[in-house]
């Protein structure tokens, strides 16, 4: 039995782990000559640059990627952050708050800053996220085929938090506007938008303490750690699903690199994409209205820096969320903003060119106030939705926003062909994608009469 799949993308690696484990052969093909996608981190005049995600959490005993390294047998040997590390800088009108490793630490910190009211707030979150993380890996959401029944028998422990799928997260906080600025920048980063439901963001406000690693070499070490073993043909890009009466035959591949100019059906039994399945199958892509694209800024102080490595400016908008690499002596930062995305659509290349060169002044404007220095970069470029459209091979970036708890696509797109990724799970981030990869693969595994990883 052979199962293809198409994308490297954190969704993609970890379904194509879980089918290898399950014995079958599996192909994995991706479009660039590294793995990771948006998690993935790539060469630029000499230094390393991360393509999108920057930190990486979800490595504690239990939280989704340890689950993920544990079901499929692969070694993630990153150092945690231990409490108390100064993770992330906030500036706020009032004044500068920090977000430390670890609940408690996190908490003595937003009652000095916010006030004892805030307690409550995060008393509930503590209790929703942890709830939920326990339900999450085995939690199909919604349930498809085979899926219902175990949906059905989590509905006891399901019960207690349904009221909080139909309230906004602002609606649990208490009514402070520095606190729901707070708020609304953690949850643009985490959730793609400040009008999260509540269960949704309180998982999403923990992530700080969910096992944050600094991944030696960066972001991409974690998608070179989950492609080992697998056979990843690069430079392979995916052009159309070819199926007949529901089914899912093969892709048709063109390869780049010494391959260039060759094409190729790769038949299967199963479809894994970590891509969005319309462009593969000659629809248009459909694309929520509220979707947003992010603009980035990279480049190389000439100087180190010390933690806090993340670092999000919210006293002006767009909120801007700079990070930090040490490389030596040497910084590599990327800095990144939301921005809708049809303020870049059907523009000439003088007026797009325009339009990037103010997003990237007002980018290192709004960097300067976390990171005095920032525009003394060895060494500086930009990326706009359009950069990561291509990069990426979909229309946007980003989830589905989170404002409801219905908005996903389905996973299964033909009888043996399956979506994996952040825009199919509910969740978003690596932690999510990788979640993603293992459901998908257990839906496949189910279609053939297999067991899956658990
Ligand atoms: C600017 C930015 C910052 C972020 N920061 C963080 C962060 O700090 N922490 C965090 O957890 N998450 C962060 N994220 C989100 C995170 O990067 C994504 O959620 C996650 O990496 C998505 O994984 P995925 O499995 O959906 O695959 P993707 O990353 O979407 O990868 C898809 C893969 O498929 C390949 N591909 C596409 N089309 C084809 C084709 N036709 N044929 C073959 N291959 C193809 C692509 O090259 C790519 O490798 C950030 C995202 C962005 C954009």
Known sequence: MRAVVVGAGIGGLVAAQALRRAGLEVVVLEAHTYPGGLAGSFFHRGHRFEAGATLVSGLAPGAPLARAAEALGVALPFPLLPEGFPLMELLLPRGRLLRPVGRVQEREVQRDFFGPRVLPFWRWQEDRARRLLALAPALAWPPEGEEVLGFLARLPALLPLLPDLFLRASAKAPKDPEFSRFLEGQLLISAQTPKAYALYAALALDLPHLGVALVPGGTGGLAQALAQGLEVRYKARALRLLHREGRALGVEVAYGGRRRGEKEVVRGDLFLLNVSPEPLLGLPERVPKDAWGAFGVYGVLPFPVPPPYYRQNLRKRPFAFLSLRPEGEKTVFSLSLHTPLAPWLGLS??????????????ALALGEALLPGLREAELLFAATPLTYRRFVGRAWVGGLPQTHPFR???????????????????????????????????????????????
């Not at 290349?349 to 007002?362: D, G, H, I, M, N």
């Not at 043996?416 to 693969?441: K, T």
Request: without cysteine.
């Open 349 to 362: 290349r003088e007026a797009y060119l325009r339009l990037k060169t103010l997003w990237q002044e007002e």
């Open 408 to 454: 996903f696509p389905r996973v299964r797109v033909l009888a043996n062909a399956f979506r994996v990724g952040e825009g199919v799970f509910p969740g978003q981030g690596i932690p999510a994608a990788a979640l993603s990869g293992l459901r998908g693969a257990r839906l496949a595994l189910a279609y053939l009469g297999l067991p899956g990883t658990p």
